[in-house]
């Protein structure tokens, strides 16, 4: 059609041809993620309960949203396993909804597999800052479907973005699979993570979050009996104890969850089991105290 008669048409015409060629795209972005992959993801991250973009034919989960139902206004819980559409401007939505179904208590892990592009503003604003594992793939994934191209091989490098339940922000893990399934390797990238090392062996890893708070992480060990008991954060550290976040494990206590602390002095003070200067404490990541 000419330029001329184009320009002729009006806005509603030119709205409803819009909406024809959006639909277009949408249908053909229906691919089915390859079962051998899926399978080693929903053993590391699994077992998912719900497929959030699926049809009848590509569903990898017994409760499925379709087209119809809109997984994007539906409520994610449970383990959620996501390969959405990849429509202009769709993928965003579908990872800010992820990232919101688990933040809000909802959802206890999203496992988004879309395209790896972290340029990207949503890689910025949702991904790198709150995400709890990356897998990359090395080589493109052979999807199939009824619009997958000769070869099966995808024309995007693929990322599955995975949000979990307790994940506090210190450090994403970094996993590599094989584009037909496996995994290669497993690392972690720290979020500027400060350390505490004690003489007697106690040592402690934690994260500064805004507003002056810190995370102290999973795993990290404190004294186990109080140096002070003119501290001021005992009730904080017994209250702890209480909870389990906090639990003996030989002649120390170990962290059993990421814990966030009101201060970097109150984290210190807690691992350390007497009153601390955590600014100074938790910059000296090298020394001894």
Known sequence: MSSENNDEKTGEEKRAEWKVKRSKFSDEADFRTPQAVFDDLNERFGPFTLDAAASKENALVGQYYDEQADGLEQEWSGKVWCNPPYGRGLIAKWVKKGYEAVAGGLAQTVALLIPAYPDLGYWHDYIFPKASHLVFFRARIDFSGPFSTRGGASKNPSCCVVFSQGHSGVGIRILTMYRKGGWLIEENWDRE????????????????????????????????????????????????????????????????????????????????AAQSNGRKIWKETSSTA
């Open 193 to 272: 993570t400060f350390e505490i090392r004690l003489r007697n062996g106690v040592f402690a890893k934690g994260r500064f979050l805004d507003e002056d708070k810190m995370v102290v992480q999973r795993g990290s060990t404190a004294n186990l009996e109080m140096r002070s008991h003119s501290c001021t954060y005992e009730p904080l550290r017994s209250s702890l104890i209480e909870e389990g976040a906090l639990v003996a494990d030989g002649d120390r206590l170990r962290f059993t969850r990421d814990v966030t602390f009101g201060s970097p002095s109150a984290a210190a003070s807690v691992v350390r």
